[in-house]
């Protein structure tokens, strides 16, 4: 073979090989698109508890798909990040670490609002349920360890969405107001 032709070989090759390039950077824009939205569908959750008031911005899991993925497969969670788990009607809720990479903080909550317990740095890749042994209005992940640092314990007082913040800051149809009376 002389030099003349390799360059000839090689160009259908190297119009794949951009093609696939092309391919694979739109892919990865359509995926970091999709994280985006992910990221910006968030919801402010604020504990007020002895040691002061702590919002968190958590993602939501509102289907029962969502509710059953969870935060399986994240190699990380932010310190001000989470999931809320809401139970519409409340119920008792069962939940394990199958598939989850990091300790989490679960933290059940009472239809007033209050912690009822928190599961510590629950155990990654445990079948073992978690559970309050309560009805309860909705389950918060955190970080594990997070609560501790924050000192949040059972009996503070949780709310999200617009009754977290003030409503004029925030869009969306998931509020939760149990100190509403107080």
């Known amino acids: 073979m002389n030099l003349r032709s390799a360059p000839l070989l090689s160009a259908p090759l190297f119009?794949?090989?951009?093609?696939?390039?092309?391919?694979?950077?739109?892919?990865?824009?359509?995926?970091?698109?999709?994280q985006s939205v992910v990221a910006t569908s968030t919801i402010p959750v604020v504990v007020r508890s002895a040691k002061g008031t702590h919002r968190f911005d958590?993602?939501?899991?509102?289907?029962?798909?969502?509710?059953?993925?969870?935060?399986?497969?994240?190699?990380?969670?932010?310190?001000?990040?989470?999931?809320?788990?809401?139970?519409?009607?409340p119920r008792t809720a069962n939940f394990w670490m199958k598939d989850t990479l990091i300790p989490l903080d679960m933290i059940f909550v009472h239809t007033d609002g209050?912690?009822?317990?928190?599961q510590a740095n629950a155990e990654p890749y445990s079948r073992i349920p978690v559970s309050a042994g309560v009805p309860v209005a909705a389950v918060l992940e955190l970080r594990g360890g997070r609560a501790g640092e924050l000192?949040?314990?059972?009996?503070?007082?949780?709310?999200?969405?617009?009754?977290?913040?003030?409503?004029?800051?925030?869009?969306?149809?998931?509020?939760?107001?149990?100190?509403?009376?107080?």
Do not use: Y
């Open 151 to 182: 000192g949040i314990g059972e009996g503070d007082h949780l709310s999200w969405g617009g009754c977290a913040v003030p409503a004029d800051k925030i869009a969306t149809d998931l509020n939760f107001c149990p100190d509403a009376g107080r």
């Open 15 to 34: 119009s794949a090989i951009a093609l696939l390039a092309a391919c694979s950077g739109a892919n990865k824009a359509a995926e970091n698109e999709a």
């Open 114 to 118: 209050t912690i009822a317990f928190i």
């Open 58 to 89: 958590v993602e939501v899991a509102r289907t029962e798909a969502e509710q059953e993925k969870g935060l399986m497969f994240r190699k990380e969670l932010g310190d001000d990040a989470g999931m809320l788990f809401p139970m519409d009607p």
